[in-house]
């Protein structure tokens, strides 16, 4: 029942797009996003030239990237962070913040000289990462690993087998490796990134690498950017310890602070989790604008801190995603 009544959901959405794009095209329902009022942050990840879900389900082509980004100009009204958190946004037009996670030198590479031929800001949350000693983030080892490894290994004594659309599987336990790691302190991962690290050699650079403190340097030195912080290892900062907790956002905020010159304010949790001890612990280290995706506890919502953000789509037109920028959601 639960297969079935899934797929009437997928259909039904997927023919809704269907409707909203021909109704777009032939200027029927085009009223719907210029008469929108209000405001949302949209959350990227990382930008590639093709094959954009060959590793994950977060990045999104470069041409497709620029096309939403002219459709973002035309009808929307483009805010940084600062003036999201401020309310300095109109009230004639919907307003979106453009925000991207992770670090990667695509953003760089391809999302800057967008930024500023357009004159629009948007904030890149970064890791400490390279300062660890490492040019690839934890999970994208998994990831590479998962398309270009052996289908079995052993870590730490245990047996993971590959299953198609799940990742690496424990043979003993049958949980999934990644999710093993999360609730990990960085040793674990760091183990694992020797055992299969490697495999990232077998994918173009776009799909993995970070970007360097250079790149950071000068990414941060437009003036259409600002620079937040998205922890040091991109651990996940609602399930290790909150002494832990401290320790990755002091460090990678001070790293950040040396690397741009400026005070780092805003933090994105990786992976949209966080606790309530998480939250404390990042407002007694400096923090002014604390960035989810949905808020996980009843009393989020009165926090001012605290922010919601929508994860782009990549498998749907650029049509349906200003709707869903609009709405809040992809139904």
Not at 203 to 220: F, G, R, V
Not at 231 to 240: M, V
Not at 299 to 305: C, F, G, I, K, Q
Request: net charge positive; glycine share 6%; hydrophobic share 35%.
């Amino acid at each position: 029942m639960f297969s079935s009544g899934n797929t009437i959901v997928k259909l039904r959405n997927r023919l809704g797009g269907l409707s909203r794009d021909a109704g777009w095209h032939l200027g029927l329902n085009q009223s719907f996003i210029k008469n929108a009022r209000g405001a949302r942050i949209l959350v990227y990840h990382g930008i590639c030239q093709d094959n954009h879900l060959q590793y994950n389900t977060l990045f999104v082509k470069l041409k497709a990237f620029e096309s939403q980004l002219l459709l973002y100009k035309k009808y929307f009204n483009l805010v940084s962070l600062d003036d999201y958190y401020h309310r300095r946004v109109k009230d004639n037009r919907f307003n979106i913040c453009l925000t991207f996670d992770d670090g990667y030198a695509n953003n760089y590479k391809y999302i800057l000289p967008l930024l500023e031929q357009y004159q629009v800001p948007a904030t890149f949350f970064v890791t400490g990462i390279r300062d660890a000693g490492y040019d690839i983030l934890w999970n994208d080892v998994l990831s590479m690993a998962y398309k270009h490894g052996p289908g079995k290994i052993s870590f730490r004594k245990e047996a993971f087998i590959k299953r198609k659309n799940t990742g690496y599987i424990s043979s003993l336990t049958g949980k999934r490796l990644d999710e093993l790691l999360r609730f990990t302190e960085f040793d674990a991962k760091a183990e694992m990134i020797e055992l299969l690290g490697s495999f990232k050699h077998k994918a173009q650079n776009d799909y993995w690498l970070q970007m360097t403190p250079e790149e950071i340097k000068l990414l941060s030195a437009s003036k259409w950017v600002t620079i937040g912080n998205h922890s040091y290892y991109h651990n996940d900062l609602g399930k290790i310890s909150a002494a832990s907790v401290r320790e990755d956002i002091t460090r990678s905020k001070q790293l950040l602070e040396k690397i741009t010159g400026k005070e780092i304010r805003a933090l994105a949790f990786p992976y949209g989790s966080y606790s309530a001890e998480a939250v404390n612990e990042a407002k007694h280290a400096g923090y002014s604008q604390l960035l989810a995706t949905k808020f996980l506890f009843p009393a989020d919502v009165r926090d001012t801190t605290l922010r919601e953000r929508l994860t782009i789509n990549p498998f749907i037109s650029n049509i349906n995603q200003m709707h869903a920028n609009i709405s809040g959601n992809y139904k």
